[in-house]
């Protein structure tokens, strides 16, 4: 037997001898350790050197060396190759694993990078078959040869024509026809006649791209409807941006990408929350992160492929910068709440074009990052694309100042005026109107300003303080309330509302409460029109709403334009209704395809659906894209009688000029100015009221205190500000 290896082999070469050696190795019984001591190698680098003598069909999944899900520790990597090989071994003693390695073996990079644009020559003599059928078909064979012939013969039914007996063949040769016979026929077929009876023509891609995501293929380069935030655009895009993902090969790298872009029904994770799920450092994230978005850029996958066909013309990434150097182009008033046609015509330059599609397509992920993320899927290249994302947060910050010197005008005021006189008319009262908590008791009861890009804050010149925003969208509503002469003061997330969802307590902060210069009181839900619907929205509005009932509170819901009245009020075309009625009943629950299937020829606008939701009480979430029947089980009932205030927890700080624990009691509230509740229910059992002695006595080793343990002294989760400052103003009162 031969002496060791030398003492470090990292970074060398792998010899033919040496991989002998490592199979014989494999025979005489080490583990992974043992073998990487004679080796002079890495367990990593054994455990993928052993990958490559293991056929691919018999590589476990969730391995490392497959792609699959993340490992539990560099020592385990190939530890099921290692026990697979060593038993193949032993069952079979000239197990041909040097025909496996030679059939492995990556090509030159210049073949590879043909192959994944979809431009491999043909196979030579001595060189395995270019990639065939995509998603693991055969190349060959009658039961293949029969599936896309069924794809011609849809082709010829569809637009009536029959083509020759020497066009058949070029016709099947085509790579689109082998990816459409990989799809379920009866979802081609109806992929199919949608786009013959919409656009009188069936082309191989829009056929495919219909197939992978319906109406994606009516998707256009044309500004006007991303200037204009159309809800249909907005939605097709995001759908089209989750097919794409899905068709990352590698499990781990498209489940990083999905969470890392908020592509899940939930906000973007951080590097450092990523890297825990999956048990790896927040560096190797970004690592795998940057390189499945370099092989987005560079697949020939149907979704990805017409993905970056779109943005690149939305974006125009390749556009020649300003002369002036200037990233903002003369495009609209960022601000003006009328989008006129002018505005959607108006042609801004490269970066301001990444800033909306970065606010339209990844809301959930920082504008930086999401600017960047989409240059490179438009064709940008690295450097042009990281100048284009700093460029994008510049346009950002350019606009707000510009917003800024807008809104100090005159002119600012009276459009606010009118628009809130018509939001005003869309806002719901229940029973007779009551004022708004005193101005000194408000506050806001979680801070929303982050790192994520977003979120932010802006100077109100009515209230002389800054205010927190969440989203754009929340920003402008903002400004509304700032110079609307019909608003006396306003104040952002006031509220602390508890609800069930999904088999859980859920607490939910209600994003603005209004007091209006009349005496009223309203609270506004700040939401995009088309997402008022989701299952997870509608369980709030009805929290809020029952609150609403037990104050005599207004409720509006609204994207700063239009409101939730829109949606109820919507007229829909009763065939849809009973088609969609009708596929609930048979299915129970209907996924992206089947809602698209169900509607036919049917125009399917996602206000119209949504305005269904509302009617008719179904369940419709996203990401993943699910319609269900039935109202949701998890909706709090409205309250009867509002409570007494003494029932309730407060919430809001303390003034500053608040009494010491050992100030006397304070004078009970006059009437209408109670404090307001954190959760809208009434305690079950006595509330105990702690001395401060007793507060500092229960902190736990961490230096916190249990939810348990605030709960018992009325306390709610997550606690607001000035909490203990209340708890001993209370207890000092009823000394």
């Known amino acids: ?202 082309l191989l891609d829009d056929w495919l791209l219909e197939c992978l995501c319906p109406g994606a293929s009516r998707l256009t380069t044309d500004w006007a409807p991303i200037a204009e935030r159309d809800p249909d655009t907005v939605l097709l895009l995001r759908e089209l941006a989750a097919a794409a993902a899905a068709e990352i090969p590698a499990g781990r790298s498209r489940e990083i990408v999905c969470r890392r872009l908020g592509l899940h029904d939930g906000p973007a994770e951080s590097l450092a929350a990523v890297g825990e799920v999956f048990g790896i450092s927040r560096e190797r994230v970004r690592q795998l992160q940057v390189k499945a978005v370099r092989g987005m850029a560079s697949t020939a996958a149907p979704a990805t492929r017409s993905l970056r066909t779109l943005l690149a013309g939305l974006s125009r990434v390749d556009d020649p910068p300003c002369p002036d150097g200037s990233p903002a182009g003369d495009g609209p008033d960022p601000l003006d709440g009328s989008r006129t046609a002018g505005a ?162 859920r607490t939910y902060y209600p994003d603005l409460l209004v007091a209006t210069t009349d005496g009223r009181c309203v609270l506004i839900e700040v939401k995009p029109v088309y997402e008022m619907a989701t299952a997870v929205n509608v369980a709030k509005y009805r929290a809020v709403e029952a609150l609403c009932r037990a104050r005599g509170w207004g409720l509006v819901a609204t994207d700063g334009w239009r409101t939730r009245r829109l949606l109820e009020d919507r007229p829909v075309d009763g065939r849809l209704e009973a088609a969609l009625d009708e596929a609930l009943a048979r299915g129970g629950e209907l996924t992206w395809h089947q809602v698209r299937a169900a509607a036919g020829a049917l125009p399917l606008k996602s206000l119209d659906l949504a305005a269904l939701v509302l009617r008719r009480g179904w369940v419709w979430r996203t990401h993943p894209y699910r319609l269900r029947g039935g109202a949701p089980a998890s909706v709090p009932a409205p309250l009867s009688d509002p409570a007494p205030a003494s029932d309730f927890t407060p919430v809001s700080a303390p003034a500053p000029d608040a009494p010491a624990p050992d100030a006397p009691a304070p004078s009970p509230p006059s009437p209408g100015t109670e404090p307001i509740p954190l959760f809208p229910e009434v305690s079950p059992q006595p509330r105990v009221v702690p001395s401060p002695a007793e507060v500092e006595a229960a902190r736990t080793a961490a230096g916190g205190w249990t939810r348990a343990q605030l709960a018992a002294w009325g306390v709610a989760w997550p606690a607001p500000k000035g909490w203990k400052q209340r708890l001993a103003q209370e207890w000092a009162a009823g000394r």
């Not at 054994?46 to 293991?54: F, N, P, T």
């Open 344 to 505: 959607a015509v108006a042609d801004p330059p490269a970066s301001a074009r990444l800033l909306d599609l970065a606010e339209v397509l990844l809301p959930a992920v920082p504008v930086r990052q999401a600017a960047l993320v989409i240059a490179q899927l438009a064709g940008a290249r690295k450097l042009r694309a990281e100048n284009l994302a700093a460029e994008a947060v510049t346009v950002r910050a350019l606009r707000h100042d510009a917003a800024r010197r807008e809104l100090s005008r005159q002119g600012r005021i009276e459009r606010a005026a009118r628009r809130w006189a018509a939001l005003e008319a869309e806002v719901s009262w229940f029973g007779a109107p009551q004022p708004a908590p005193p101005r000194g008791e408000l506050a806001a009861l979680r801070d929303t300003a982050g790192e994520d890009g977003r979120s932010g804050s802006w100077h109100c010149p009515k209230l002389g303080r800054e205010v927190a925003y969440e989203s754009e969208t929340e920003w402008r509503v903002v400004q509304l309330l700032s110079f609307a002469p019909q608003i006396a003061y306003y104040q952002e997330q006031p509220l602390a509302i508890g609800y069930d969802f999904d088999g859980r307590r």
């Open 1 to 202: 037997m031969e002496g060791p290896a030398p003492a470090s082999r990292q970074g060398r070469a792998w010899s033919d001898e040496e991989t002998g050696r490592l199979v014989d190795g494999v025979r005489e019984g080490f583990d992974l350790s043992e073998l990487a001591g004679r080796h002079g190698r890495t367990t990593g680098a054994i455990g993928a050197r052993l990958a490559r003598l293991v056929p691919e069909a018999e590589l476990v999944e969730d391995s490392p060396a497959s792609g699959g899900g993340p490992a539990s520790g560099v020592a385990l990597v190939g530890s099921a190759e290692l026990e697979w090989l060593r038993a193949r071994l032993a069952a079979d003693p000239d197990y041909p694993w040097r025909s496996v390695f030679d059939a492995r073996r990556r090509p030159p990079r210049g073949l590879r990078r043909r192959r994944a644009a979809g431009h491999a020559p043909a196979a030579t003599p001595g060189e395995p078959a270019p990639a065939g059928p995509t998603r693991g078909e055969p190349a060959a064979g009658p039961q293949w040869s029969a599936r896309l012939d069924d794809v011609r013969a849809e082709w010829e039914r569809t637009i009536g024509h029959r083509l020759r007996a020497e066009r058949r063949a070029e016709f099947v040769a085509r790579p689109v026809v082998a990816d459409l016979a990989v799809v379920a026929a009866p979802l081609r077929q109806a992929a199919a006649r949608r786009l013959w009876e919409g656009e009188a023509r069936l």
